[in-house]
T-cell receptor, first 114, second 107 residues
Framework: EAGVTQFPSHSVIEKGQTVTLRCDPI?????LYWYRRVMGKEIKFLLH????????ESGMPNNRFLAERTGGTYSTLKVQPAELEDSGVYFC????????????FGQGTRLTVV | QKEVEQDPGPLSVPEGAIVSLNCTYS??????FMWYRQYSRKGPELLMY????GNKEDGRFTAQVDKSSKYISLFIRDSQPSDSATYLC???????FGKGTRLHILP
């Protein structure tokens, strides 16, 4: 069974540009989460989808971040325009349980904004 | 006060030793506690989770929760070089992570 896959694995963009990260969850997992780890900090929650609906987006830092999950399958996270402080590793996770227990993580997308 | 506190290490121990990794948390309402292992350039991998207080054992790994002191622990017996990784404790409320402890097992 395929795990959670993220694309790209690494992205380097200039300040002001747009970047779109993609996450393919494990098939059948209704719950999809985005997390971010910036240098030296904890992994922080960004948002939670249940199917195509945003269940909780309290962790989204500002309106430069837009997450979508059309059709309830894969999800995208767009950063527009990117700022230097957006650099970090963005993780996606999926689970069957809404509680978040037994969430499976992807390998992450390392975003570097220069 | 942070919701989850974890010493980032690094922690170096000789092969075969018992490793003790610990976290404290602030909110006594939390019920689910998890330990993730993360190898370099990989995503976190769930090791085990526990509900409420008590112990849970899985092979060489034992997770322990003491709700009275808001303390969670992970013990690794007979540590192996392949156990070298960053270990993240987490509590389930949108999965709130500690900073992670980098562990090095010295062969």
């Amino acid at each position: 069974e395929a795990g959670v896959t993220q694309f790209p694995s690494h992205s380097v963009i200039e300040k002001g540009q747009t970047v779109t990260l993609r996450c393919d969850p494990i098939s059948g997992h209704d719950n999809l989460y985005w997390y971010r780890r910036v240098m030296g900090k904890e992994i922080k929650f960004l948002l939670h989808f249940v199917k195509e609906s945003k269940q909780d987006e309290s962790g989204m830092p500002n309106n430069r971040f837009l997450a979508e999950r059309t059709g309830g399958t894969y999800s995208t996270l767009k950063v527009q325009p990117a700022e230097l402080e957006d650099s970090g590793v963005y993780f996606c996770a999926s689970s069957q349980e809404a509680s978040g227990t037994e969430a499976f993580f992807g390998q992450g997308t390392r975003l570097t904004v220069v | 006060q942070k919701e989850v506190e974890q010493d980032p290490g690094p922690l170096s121990v000789p092969e075969g030793a018992i490793v003790s990794l610990n976290c404290t948390y602030s909110n006594s309402a939390f019920q689910y506690f998890m330990w993730y292992r993360q190898y370099s350039r990989k995503g976190p991998e769930l090791l085990m989770y526990t509900y409420s207080s008590g112990n849970k054992e899985d092979g060489r790994f034992t997770a322990q929760v003491d709700k009275s002191s808001k303390y969670i622990s992970l013990f690794i017996r007979d540590s192996q070089p392949s156990d070298s990784a960053t270990y993240l404790c987490a509590i389930v409320d949108k999965i709130i992570f500690g900073k992670g402890t980098r562990l090095h097992i010295l062969p």
